[in-house]
T-cell receptor, first 116, second 112 residues
Framework: EAGVAQSPRYKIIEKRQSVAFWCNPI?????LYWYQQILGQGPKLLIQ????????DSQLPKDRFSAERLKGVDSTLKIQPAKLEDSAVYLC??????????????FGPGTRLLVL | QKEVEQNSGPLSVPEGAIASLNCTYSDRGSQSFFWYRQYSGKSPELIMF????GDKEDGRFTAQLNKASQYVSLLIRDSQPSDSATYLCAGTTQGGSEKLVFGKGTKLTVNP
């Protein structure tokens, strides 16, 4: 089974520029998550999709971040304009449910963003 | 603010020893807990999940959950240098939305 795919793997931009990240979840996974992981911290959820609907975006800085999952499969996360503090790894995850009922998230390789 | 707290370490153990990683959580409504391993520069990789009080064993790994004390732990028996990584504890939030709240992680070093 192919894992969660993300691109690009690395991105360097200057502040006030815009950037977009792409994620393709594991086939059949209805739930998709975007996380931000700052160096030395645990991942912080930015937005959660169930199919093409938003379940939780309470921690998404909506003045500069946007995300969509139009067809309920792949997703894009955009930052416009970027700030220095956006330098982080952006992780995409998708989840499936075990027979026991537990939902388990699997992470993609991440996109490392550096804002100069 | 729902939080998951971990000792950031670093925790250093000799090869073959038992490594004990601990985690506490503030949300009494949290139902399930997950341990992820994250090698430097890599993405988190699921090791185990636990949702019932008590112990759950998988190979060299044992997860322990005590909901009364709001405490989760991960024991790694016969630690190997390849176990050296940051271990992230995460718990679900109340309401069943499957949103995970992560701790900052504990860095483990296993010395040969």
């Amino acid at each position: 089974e192919a894992g969660v795919a993300q691109s690009p793997r690395y991105k360097i931009i200057e502040k006030r520029q815009s950037v977009a990240f792409w994620c393709n979840p594991i086939s059949g996974h209805a739930t998709l998550y975007w996380y931000q992981q700052i160096l030395g911290q645990g991942p912080k959820l930015l937005i959660q999709f169930q199919n093409n609907g938003v379940v939780d975006d309470s921690q998404l800085p909506k003045d500069r971040f946007s995300a969509e999952r139009l067809k309920g499969v792949d997703s894009t996360l955009k930052i416009q304009p970027a700030k220095l503090e956006d330098s982080a790894v952006y992780l995409c995850a998708s989840s499936s449910r075990f027979s026991s009922g537990e939902e388990t998230q699997y992470f993609g390789p991440g996109t490392r963003l550096l804002v100069l | 603010q729902k939080e998951v707290e971990q000792n950031s370490g670093p925790l250093s153990v000799p090869e073959g020893a038992i490594a004990s990683l601990n985690c506490t959580y503030s949300d009494r409504g949290s139902q399930s807990f997950f341990w992820y391993r994250q090698y430097s520069g890599k993405s988190p990789e699921l090791i185990m999940f636990i949702y019932s009080n008590g112990d759950k064993e998988d190979g060299r790994f044992t997860a322990q959950l005590n909901k009364a004390s709001q405490y989760v732990s991960l024991l790694i028996r016969d630690s190997q240098p390849s176990d050296s990584a940051t271990y992230l504890c995460a718990g679900t939030t109340q309401g069943g939305s499957e949103k995970l709240v992560f701790g900052k992680g504990t860095k483990l070093t296993v010395n040969p």
